[in-house]
């Protein structure tokens, strides 16, 4: 398996340039996502044995009709942009792990019940939907003869929405958010923002976690424009998190006139987004947040956000408790450059490596019958929070 592992490490994921690449600001073609996003080469293992003019004629049509290799480091390219379209958030990315290893057997273990392992199985488990570990035992081990694993992280780098994220700016509905883990901020201006993440929601008088993903581009952090801004040419760009990463969800003017007033928890009355009939609808400077934090869950974000969810979930905005949800880029990573040797893509920290784990214990055991001379434990684990110190319970400094 780490051979497997090595091949397509090299070819999915082989690092070109910085390390600190991020994802295209307007106008540049080579880099994606604020996530310290490595520039990647899809024909590295072809071209590894080739110079010159062999190597950059590599992934020509002909060649590529004609060289089985080729064929494979493409194919092992798009499954990787593939999964990491899907993985908006950690817990996505969890999700489609397991659905892959349920897919061809792996057997699903719960930390809460007693273990019953048997040499030639397959399995994996998950804590808080967003760390996963899977491993296959081979069917001719014998206690010490060891584990082999690879580790790697599901988070990436990204803006979360804060406790509190309803607030009005400057006559506009915005989203209150943090970051999370050492993005590139300033690339996340000018960007088609939505929102994903887990859900929680009581149903039928039981708690259920879900996840939601909006694939329909409802938020932006616009940059002002250069006539309002004279001196970014000569000082540069400085950013503060706190005031200019503010994504702007709809104009207030549009919500009071689609909405009908509604009575507030205190009995006064309130626009359905928060916005008080009494205050001006421009907004005189910044306002703050415009639910207190003793608010009920509703009262804290913006309805027609609440709404949202709720109708991607064929739920009512009652039903929901809370949710983790991350700002994210709607825009799907491509392969790229003139010969097709690039992934232009954000998350690639880490999810090019996590794929890449998964697929390599997937094509080395996708039966039993693939264990039958194996003599160890092979795993793959694949933390959450390791953007922010891995200290948690589903981070990697907690497990044994």
């Known amino acids: 398996m780490l ?21 295209r600001p307007p106008g540049c073609v080579l880099s994606r996502a604020s996530v310290r996003t490595p520039l990647i080469s899809v024909k590295t293992c072809c071209t590894a044995e080739r110079s010159g003019e062999q190597a950059a004629a590599v992934l020509s049509p002909s060649t590529v009709a004609r060289n089985p290799k080729v064929v494979e480091l493409m194919s092992a390219a798009e499954g990787c942009l593939r999964f990491i379209n899907y993985a908006w958030t950690q817990y996505h990315a969890v999700e489609e792990a397991s659905r892959r290893l349920s897919a061809v057997g792996f057997q699903k273990l719960s930390e809460k019940q007693e273990w019953k392992l048997k040499p030639g199985g397959r399995y994996y488990f998950t804590r808080n939907l967003s760390t996963i570990v899977a491993f296959a035992v081979g069917a001719k081990y014998q206690p010490g003869n060891g584990l082999h694993m690879i580790g790697a992280h599901t988070d990436s780098p990204c803006l979360k929405l ?25 690339t996340w201006f000018d960007r088609d923002l939505s929102v994903a993440g887990r859900v929680l929601v009581k149903q039928g008088g039981q708690l259920q976690h879900k996840l939601v993903k909006i694939e329909k581009p409802i938020m932006r952090i616009p940059m002002l424009a250069i006539h309002l801004n004279r001196d970014i040419l000569s000082k540069g760009f400085e950013l503060n998190k706190q005031t200019h990463l503010v994504p702007v969800l709809a104009s207030a003017v549009q919500k009071a006139a689609n909405k009908p007033a509604a009575p507030s928890s ?54 929901i408790v809370d949710f983790e949800l991350n700002v994210c880029d709607t825009q799907d990573g491509v392969i790229g450059g003139i010969d097709d040797e690039f992934l232009f893509t954000g998350r690639l920290d880490n999810l090019g490596m996590s794929y890449c784990s998964l697929a390599a214990l997937l094509d080395c055991y996708p039966t039993e019958a693939h264990l039958a001379e194996e003599s160890a434990v092979k795993a793959i684990a694949l933390f959450d929070h390791e953007e922010v110190g891995s200290a948690s319970a589903q981070g990697k400094t907690c497990f044994p």
């Not at 090595?6 to 910085?18: P, Q």
């Not at 994220?165 to 883990?181: A, C, F, Q």
């Open 3 to 23: 051979a497997r592992v090595s091949h397509l490490s090299a070819s999915c994921i082989h690092l070109r340039g910085s390390h600190h690449l991020s994802k």
């Open 162 to 186: 804060k406790p509190v994220s309803k607030s009005i700016k400057s006559g506009y509905l915005t989203v209150n958010v943090e970051t999370y883990g050492g993005g590139l901020w300033h």
């Open 266 to 319: 205190n009995g006064s009355h309130v626009e359905a987004d928060g916005q008080n009939k009494r205050q001006k609808v421009d907004g005189a400077g910044d306002a703050a947040d415009l639910a207190p934090k003793t608010a009920k869950f509703e009262e804290k974000h913006h309805s027609s956000l609440l709404q949202l969810v709720a109708d991607q979930l064929k739920c009512s905005v009652t039903d």
